[in-house]
């Protein structure tokens, strides 16, 4: 069985200044881990993805997340956030399958100029 | 390529009415998902498909039904609309083999049950 906890529904930032967006999951088995982004009114897309092959992923737009087992965390960083960054943000895991992924409940990101 | 695509957008229902929210991919992606967002929940998986005539339940898949008779479709039946299954409702795809390959997901159908 696998969960995903995001702490913190909603996030708010000043454009350039870090964004944290945290996660924490629990899986039975080795996990793999996803961070998706869905813009308003639109679908998912995938922002990054950790494969056990690097603890350190880098995605796109800027976004990167480090995998920490012993924390069991992935939690979802950029330097300087742009307004265009404001946006829903889930995290999932995949406890060895890659069609049911388990998702947190998203973190709403919010930009202020 | 067009990847998932979902029909329709939007969908207003009476309760007891039944109708089907079509998903198709052009990706020759063996494994498809429906999945439900509401509000706080995040995403909930329903059914899914790991190939044609193959199917299975999620987490949340009372009141609805799948079949998958070919690789591009997996429509999602709705038998007698409910209020609480007002949602959006997501279709994904992904290619077999690696369990980290990441899944692609449709625009997404926004049902509203009166």
């Known amino acids: 069985a696998q969960s995903v906890t995001q702490l913190g529904s909603h996030v708010s930032v000043s454009e350039g200044a870090l964004v944290l967006l945290r996660c924490n999951y629990s899986?039975?088995?080795?996990?793999?881990l996803f961070w998706y982004v869905q813009y308003p009114n639109q679908g998912l897309q995938l922002l990054l993805k950790?494969?056990?092959?690097?603890?350190l992923v880098k995605g796109i737009n800027g976004f990167e997340a480090e995998f920490k087992k012993s924390e069991t965390s992935f939690h979802l960083t950029k330097p300087s956030a742009h307004m265009s960054d404001a946006a829903e943000y889930f995290c999932?895991?995949?406890?060895?399958?890659?069609?049911?992924?388990?998702f947190g409940k998203g973190t709403l990101l919010t930009v202020n100029p | 390529n067009a990847g998932v695509t979902q029909t329709p957008k939007f969908q207003v229902l009476k309760t007891g009415q039944s109708m089907t929210l079509q998903c198709a991919q052009d990706?020759?992606?063996?494994?498809m998902s429906w999945y439900r967002q509401d509000p706080g929940m995040g995403l909930r998986l329903i059914h899914y498909?790991?190939?044609?005539?193959?199917?299975d339940q999620g987490e949340v898949p009372n009141g609805y039904n799948v079949s998958r008779s070919t690789t591009e479709d997996f429509p999602l039946r709705l038998l007698s609309a409910a209020p609480s299954q007002t949602s959006v409702y997501f279709c994904?795809?992904?290619?077999?083999?690696?369990?980290?390959?990441?899944?692609?997901f449709g625009p997404g159908t926004r049902l509203t049950v009166l």
């Open positions: 990706m020759n992606h063996e494994y």
């Open positions: 994904a795809s992904s290619p077999a083999g690696t369990t980290y390959n990441e899944q692609f």
């Open positions: 498909s790991v190939g044609a005539g193959i199917t």
């Open positions: 999932a895991v995949s406890g060895g399958s890659n069609y049911k992924l388990t």
């Open positions: 899986s039975s088995v080795p996990p793999y």
């Open positions: 950790y494969t056990s092959a690097a603890t």
